[in-house]
């Protein structure tokens, strides 16, 4: 059974910028959620989506956003980056909220 | 104060001892989660659990509701244990709050 599958694996943006990373999860995971790590503030939860539907939310900014498809992969948009945006955006994925996550690899994304 | 508290932050072991690694919470969690995290990025789920203790290999994680508390426990450690120990409590589905992390060093 393949893994939780995040792209691209590394990533340079300059500020200003946009940016969409995705994730695919674990054929048969309904449950999303997106998490960003940082040297500074450590892991902080960013969202969860089940079933195409936002369920929870973290204290970030609208300028981060998210979606989830029908087949389940999910996506993440950051809108005008700015530097303090650079960090590893983690995704993690389950059957259904509550239960056991899986992360991915994550993308490190790096705002110059 | 952080609703996640997580000690020791670092931890030096020798190949063979026993470790405990320890989380208290101030919220209240419908779960509560230990991560393992090696150099690289990659996270693994080691535990999830809501009450009482859960054994895996020769980890141990257990949970005290009332007090707020957790535990993490590795038995007979190997330098391959060497990793970050996170603590993240769920309260509402995925919607998890860390701790900083337990760097757990095992020298041979």
């Keep these: ?112 | 104060k952080n609703e996640v508290e997580q000690s020791p932050q670092n931890l030096t072991a020798q190949e063979g001892e026993f470790i405990t690694i320890n989380c208290s919470y101030s919220v209240g969690i419908s779960a509560l989660h230990w991560l393992q995290q090696h150099p690289g990025g990659g996270i693994v789920s080691l535990f999830m659990l809501s009450s009482g203790k859960k054994k895996h290999g020769r980890l141990i994680a257990t949970i005290n509701i009332q007090e707020k508390h957790s535990s993490l426990h590795i038995t007979a450690s190997h330098p391959r244990d060497s990793a970050v120990y996170i603590c993240a409590v769920a309260g509402s589905g995925s919607r998890l709050t860390f701790g900083e992390g337990t760097q757990l060093t095992v020298n041979p």
């Design chain 1, 1 to 112: 059974k393949a893994g939780v599958t995040q792209t691209p694996r590394y990533l340079i943006k300059t500020r200003g910028q946009q940016v969409t990373l995705s994730c695919s999860p674990i054929s048969g995971h309904r449950s999303v959620s997106w998490y960003q790590q940082t040297p500074g503030q450590g892991l902080q939860f960013l969202f969860e989506y089940f079933s195409e539907t936002q369920r929870n939310k973290g204290n970030f900014p609208g300028r981060f956003s998210g979606r989830q498809f029908s087949n389940s992969r999910s996506e993440m948009n950051v809108s005008t980056l700015e530097l303090g945006d650079s960090a590893l955006y983690l995704c993690a994925s389950s059957r259904d909220s509550e239960e056991k996550l899986f992360f991915g690899s994550g993308t490190q994304l790096s705002v110059l």
